[in-house]
């Protein structure tokens, strides 16, 4: 398969995202059997829009009857740096009450959006927040932040693919991949 000319290298191929998922569906579905607590108390939380393959892929592989939920957060103002203020742009469908939220998400990186969101969603009175995440990139991190769950711990560059964008775009390579930033000098979409 060819890969896009914007690509420097990748880092997981379409296989091993697969692979991973299913592993962490199943990691994640036992930590709520292990505690006792029923599919019907579970909202499963994506945060659009970067989440969107990794949640259909991890929620086919998430063998449990529960509900599903989004939200709209936004960090990056279109560029390749990450704005310290996170925005709910649009908020759950569902009352969380005493309810377990696990967040989705494609990548935590500065930490602030899942800082602010977990705090957020707990004082919404859920009974316990978690989250997973597709990729860490614990070099990035500006204040401190540790998912729950987390699929692949990686390198502190700019990354695109599986629903990681630059500037929206490149969301729908099936890899996930270290951007040439070079390259976009003179880039003409
Ligand atoms: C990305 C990602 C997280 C956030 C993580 O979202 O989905 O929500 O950045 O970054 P942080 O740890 O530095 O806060 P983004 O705002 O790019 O929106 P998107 O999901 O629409 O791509």
């Known amino acids: 398969m060819a890969l896009h ?3 420097k290298r990748v880092l997981l191929t379409e296989e091993q995202i697969k692979t991973r998922v299913a592993e962490l569906a199943t990691e994640v579905a036992e930590h709520y059997k292990k505690n006792n607590i029923k599919d019907k108390d579970i909202v499963v939380v994506g945060i659009l829009k970067g989440c969107v393959p990794f949640y259909a892929e991890f929620f086919m592989n998430f063998k449990q009857d529960v509900v599903m939920d989004f939200m709209v957060i936004s960090s990056y103002l279109g560029g ?15 009352d969380i009450k005493n309810k377990h939220v696990l967040i989705v998400e494609d990548i935590v990186d500065t930490g602030h959006t899942l800082s602010f969101l977990k705090d957020y969603l707990k004082s919404r009175k859920a009974a316990s927040v978690n989250v997973v995440t597709l990729v860490d990139k614990p070099g990035g991190r500006k204040i401190e932040f540790e998912a729950n769950f987390i699929g692949f711990s990686i390198e502190n560059e700019f990354v695109i693919g599986y629903g990681l964008d630059y500037d929206e775009k490149l969301r729908n390579l099936p890899y996930i991949a270290i951007m040439d930033t070079d390259k976009l000098k003179t880039w003409e979409w």
């Open 5 to 7: 000319p914007l690509v």
């Open 80 to 94: 390749l740096k990450s704005n310290k203020q996170p925005k709910i742009n649009l908020d759950l469908n569902s």
